[in-house]
């Protein structure tokens, strides 16, 4: 891949990371919601898993991109 493509790449998974950090934040701020007003947060808990796991896809891919970029600096 050249180093074009891989900048493109790389600016991709930073918004990915970015929305998803948006997403957590919304998510744990609505389990905070429910469990205030008592209501049951189990399925709530388990999508931010859900959230969680996608995320770390997301930050590993943009680390593997940062590591191919700087690699062909070299």
Known sequence: ?????LEAH???AERHVAQGEEILVK???LIGELEGK???????EVLLEE???VQAIHV??????VKTLV???V
């Open 27 to 29: 998510q744990r701020t």
């Open 38 to 44: 008592g209501l049951d947060i189990r399925a709530a």
């Open 1 to 5: 891949m050249d180093r074009a493509t």
């Open 60 to 65: 590993a891919h943009r680390d593997r991109l």
């Open 10 to 12: 790389l600016m991709l």
């Open 71 to 73: 690699k062909s600096r």
């Open 51 to 53: 959230f969680e796991a």
